[in-house]
Nanobody
Framework: QVQLVESGGDLVQAGGSLRLSCAASGNILRIATMAWYRQFPGKQRDLVAR???????NYADSVKGRFTISRDSAKRTSYLQMNSLKPEDTAVYYCNADVQAYYSGSVRTLNYWGQGTQVTVSS
């Protein structure tokens, strides 16, 4: 059973910083792309940042220059460093990953979500 567990969400003042972490566990062979999404109330989840297994990153325009995604493959963990936070960054942040693992005796790559972590930025 593969699980993604996020941590690091908190209440912070505008201009402050937070670091989110996402740790993957289970019978994992390999993790391909790891990503962070966020969801505003009543809206769909939107991509914030993505990092491939080779280290290629891409970001939503709204966070470029302020957020940095990284990963530690040995620890099976991704990070989202968020600087210069704005009230409009307030959302639930979700970790996402494409995980290769054994499923019923065969190797497959499936997509997983974490449970979400709340980030609130006060003005």
């Amino acid at each position: 059973q593969v699980q993604l567990v996020e941590s690091g969400g908190d209440l912070v003042q505008a201009g402050g910083s937070l670091r989110l972490s996402c740790a993957a566990s289970g019978n994992i062979l390999r993790i391909a792309t790891m990503a962070w999404y966020r969801q505003f109330p009543g809206k769909q989840r939107d991509l914030v940042a993505r990092v491939t297994s080779g280290g290629t990153t891409n970001y939503a325009d709204s966070v470029k220059g302020r957020f940095t995604i990284s990963r530690d493959s040995a620890k099976r963990t991704s990070y989202l460093q968020m600087n210069s936070l704005k009230p409009e960054d307030t959302a639930v942040y979700y970790c996402n990953a494409d995980v290769q693992a054994y499923y019923s005796g065969s190797v497959r790559t499936l997509n997983y979500w974490g449970q979400g972590t709340q980030v609130t930025v006060s003005s």
